[in-house]
């Protein structure tokens, strides 16, 4: 049976289905090339993204990376045993790097080095000698020349300020094995530090050189330089090793080249390990190829995941539009089954309009995601070229496939339904309030992913596909009520004269395009609510973890514990309180909480005014002491009794504790308690107070495991012969109890100061004047123990635990890890020592003439600043991250859905206007006036959109709130609580009022256009 109309000799399928589609319904045939352009797009554009994701990661980490971690070493050591054994050649370590890893690698840099002290000298200083093949011409040469023999060595402008270093000075250094001569080394010239980073790969030649003295004094210089043969024609020096590096290839490094470097790498390792024990390999490339493989990892499962909702959004516009485009044209398939083609030869011609158009639209779609791919590359850090390979290729064969079958199963479903339907314009409406059973097994399938999903058994990336099930089952059962329910009040409106409201109401429930609008806009409007919102809430969780990490704009951490000094250093520099001294302990911040709260980052909310009162030092002045001679008179009282494990007496030595300056404490000896109902006036130098210091206790030392038990009374305190006044009541000393020891001051005044002491165990035991806290006050981020008969105790600057009170309580501490304290930074020095235990940094506000004055007046003071710690270095670091940049797919996600939810209320539009506009001619004519059909016709539209954003809106935030827990915001799951996962109330607010103008707007915009094309002639059409 052919095409062919006998009637008609002419007559072209081809030709017909042309003229159909681009004469008669072009503006069908444009939306079709739309939707197919935008599935294409979608669809191949998830790879496109994910690899330009993959090579921005790559650029970023190698940018980031220092040389030596960006540097493939191989090294060779000496051995010292059985007469030693000198490091291997570095040109046969360079032979061991395979052809294809060197292509992958910078030119390689040769090298020795050991580790030299001169023989002779008061404190002879230790560092490195040092061979770089070429090194002469990567530092600055300050006087004399470039060594060229063997013995000859650049030393730095340090080590000749140091140690005298000057040109022509020898110094010999010894070999590693005994008996070996020593070697001699002569000062050819001096240099200044290295021009080219890259090229010395990490490696750090100068700003070791120091000079200390003291107690304990030592010394190091900074790299001495010298030539090959200083190493091949002596001794065997310390720890003498070769090694052969080169740097990555940065310019042109791809992600396929690095992974494969690394694989290359671990090949060499593996090697080297085989080849002897003396070898070994240094870089720093695994830990950054791990870092890129979790990252991809991320990207592989959250990309797709993020994009497959509105892919399959897309495809359901699809189905539908292609539905609704071959509903209009039941006419035209009621002719060729009439006609004797059949329903395959009415599908065909379905076929033959619908698919051209549609194909056509696979070409700007494929051009879309190219150029989406190209703006991404411009805007994702690092040099991320246009790549569209094997991935771009089969996504597009994909999505052709999609189309391709989507339009045969629209196209044959339409020509298969029994004839009188397709006569009658598609089957009567219903009034049912069940299911049917194709709608049943959808709604089940798809509440079955909901289930899962709101109990938490979908988990991790998975979960982000938990939003778009519950939009599409709130969409599903939304637009299956609004028929009945439409029906049901349109006919009570109508009932009570609501024309308006009535006929729209049954409007939506006897057409089927009502529902079909509802289903797209609630899945549309709950997308894009869930893409902005993780967006923002991304953006949220980011901010906050920047800003823990970092603490403060700026953080300069500072050599020793003298912080008297740099809080003098810091009044020099700016006296309105924009730096503040801070003392980071393990799990202790202390602060200055008047300038603390002004400077630092809480991201969690910070302490309330209270709470900052609360962790305020006593308010009591401590007792002064100024001199260097004192004494006081000590009355044991009757029945004071000291006796160690064994019963025989021992003698109790009484001490004053006193610091001097902040964090310096000293313990001034006084001498032995006398007998047993005796008084006698001990006495002690105390040099650390010529100029002035405080006392912070009264100590106790004897034996340990003794038993010390009775009373005390102490008065008389004289400084250089002078009468102190010092506190002597009960209220001006605390309380030291424990489960060993118990001091409580029990009566005084008057210059006299009663102690009842029973002490047993661990000395020495001390008790101290109520300016120092007994207990300190913290504020918590962890539960403190209520229930428990435990003391809270925290680390003290000195590195011990102390007694703590619970002040409140915190979500985080700034720049600490989790279940850490903050307390006051004078609660917590005053009468403590500052150990290594604690460092000491600066935390200032970002103004550049801020630390540049902050680090001169710390330099003035012999303070030396050493790392700088920014929050916008932090930020840059969690933006430039594959977690960041799959979530800001939702600046994407949400214009796409958007645009699909405009085509279909523009689809359906153009493709039922005609029925909708001779509907309203019908009205005219039975005399209802234009504004009121104009009214009808916007109305019969906004019916179906109100609901539908209304409840997609509410979807998303609810989809939204089940799924952030389950969001990966970072590339690892932060240690601290760092993560806010609430909702984005201002990027969801925009979300739903740009939902509203625009859906709106459009709809309405549609509805009067209908309404103008409601001529009275259209009666005609449907005669």
Known sequence: MGWRSPRAHAWSPGRHAWRSAWRHRRGQALALVAISALVTACTTFAPVYDRAMQQSLVDTLLAQATPAEATVTLVSESSDFAGGTEPRDPRELAMRIPDDQAARLGPVVLGRSAIVVPTTGEVPPSGLLLWRDGACEHVRILSGACPDAPGEILVSEEDVDNFGLRLGSVREVGSSITDLPDIRLEVAGTYAPPLDDVWWQGQRIVGVSALVRGL???????????????????????????????????????????????????????????????????????????????????????????????????????????????????????????????????????????????????????????????????????????????????????????????SLAAAVRTAREPLPDVVRSGPAPTNRWTLGAVDAFVVACVGTGVVAFVTGSLQGPLALAGPALIALLTGLLLAH???????????????????????????????????????????????????????????????????????????????GGDVDGVRTALTAADASGRATAVLVGRDTLAVDPDEFRQIAFFPRGGPTEEEWRAIAPPDREPMEITGTRVSLDVETGAGLASGDVFGNEVDVRLSLVVTSATGVRRTVQLGTLPPDGARQRLTGRADACSEGCRLAALQLTTVQGALVRGRLALSGLRVDGKVVDWATSASDWNT??????????????????????????????????????????????????????????????????????????????????????????????????????????????????????????????????????????????????????????????????????????????????????????????????????????????????????????????????????????FPEPPEVPVVDPSTSWPAVLAVAATCVVVLLVVAGVAGLVGARRAHVERVREGA
Request: proline share 5%; hydrophobic share 50%; aromatic share 4%.
């Open 216 to 406: 304990d004094p030592s010394a190091n210089h900074d790299a001495w330089l010298t030539t090959e043969a200083t190493f091949t024609d002596g001794s065997i020096m310390t720890a003498e090793t070769s090694q052969a590096g080169a740097p990555v290839r940065t310019e042109d490094a791809d992600v396929d080249g690095v992974l494969a470097l690394g694989d290359g790498v671990r090949e060499i390792d593996d090697d080297l390990r085989q080849r002897g024990d003396d070898l070994g390999l240094r870089t720093g490339l695994d830990e950054l190829i791990d870092t890129v493989l979790t990252q991809v990892d991320q990207a592989h499962r959250t990309v797709p995941l993020l994009l497959a909702p509105i892919g399959v959004l897309s495809v359901f516009v699809l189905w539908l539009v292609l539905s609704a485009a071959t509903s209009s044209r039941r006419n035209e398939v009621a002719v060729a089954r009439l006609r004797g083609h059949g329903p395959s030869g009415a599908a065909g011609l379905l076929l033959l309009e619908l698919l051209p158009a549609l194909l056509v639209g696979v070409v700007p779609g494929a051009v879309l995601a190219v150029a989406g791919g190209m703006v991404v590359g411009r805007v994702l850090p690092g040099s991320a070229p246009l790549e569209a390979g094997a991935g771009f290729g089969t996504a597009l064969l994909i999505a052709i496939a999609v189309i391709v079958l989507s």
């Open 736 to 969: 030291t109890e424990d489960k060993d020891t118990f001091i409580s001051a029990v009566g005084g005044g008057g210059g006299t100061l009663r102690l009842a002491i029973e002490g047993r165990g661990f000395y020495p035991i001390e008790v101290s004047p109520a300016w120092v806290p007994r207990a300190i006050p913290a504020l918590l981020t962890v539960e403190p123990p209520h229930a428990s008969a435990e003391t809270l105790m925290l680390e003290g600057v000195d590195g011990t635990d102390r007694p703590a009170e619970d002040a409140g309580s915190l979500v985080l501490v700034p720049a600490m890890p989790d279940g850490s304290s903050l307390v006051d930074i004078d609660a917590a020095t005053r009468g403590a020592a500052i150990t290594d235990d604690t460092r000491v940094e600066v935390w200032m506000e970002d103004d550049a003439e801020l630390v540049a004055a902050v680090q001169t007046a710390l330099r003035e003071r012999v303070i030396a600043p050493s790392d700088v710690r920014r929050f916008a270095t932090v930020r840059q670091s969690y933006d430039d991250t594959v977690a960041r940049w799959s979530l800001a797919l939702g600046a994407a996600v949400a214009p796409a859905v958007m645009v699909l939810a405009l085509l279909v209320l523009l689809v359906l539009a153009a493709i039922g206007w005609r029925t909708r506009a001779r509907d309203l001619a019908v009205l005219r004519l039975t005399g209802v006036d234009g504004r009121t059909t104009r009214r009808l016709a916007v109305w019969a539209q906004l019916s179906a959109v109100i609901p539908a954003i209304v409840v997609g809106v509410a979807a998303g935030i609810a989809g939204a709130a089940l799924a952030m827990p389950d969001v990966a915001f």
């Open 481 to 559: 009520l609004a028929g009945p329910v439409g029906r049901l009040l349109g006919r009570r409106l109508l009932a009570r004269g609501r024309l308006v409201s009535g006929t729209s109401l049954l409007e939506v429930g006897r057409r089927s395009e009502g529902r079909t609008v509802i289903v797209v806009l609630t899945v549309a409007c709950a997308l894009a609510v869930f893409s902005m919102d993780a967006l923002a809430i991304g953006e949220r969780n980011r901010a906050n973890a920047s800003q823990h990490d970092a603490g403060a704009p700026v953080v300069l951490r500072v050599a």
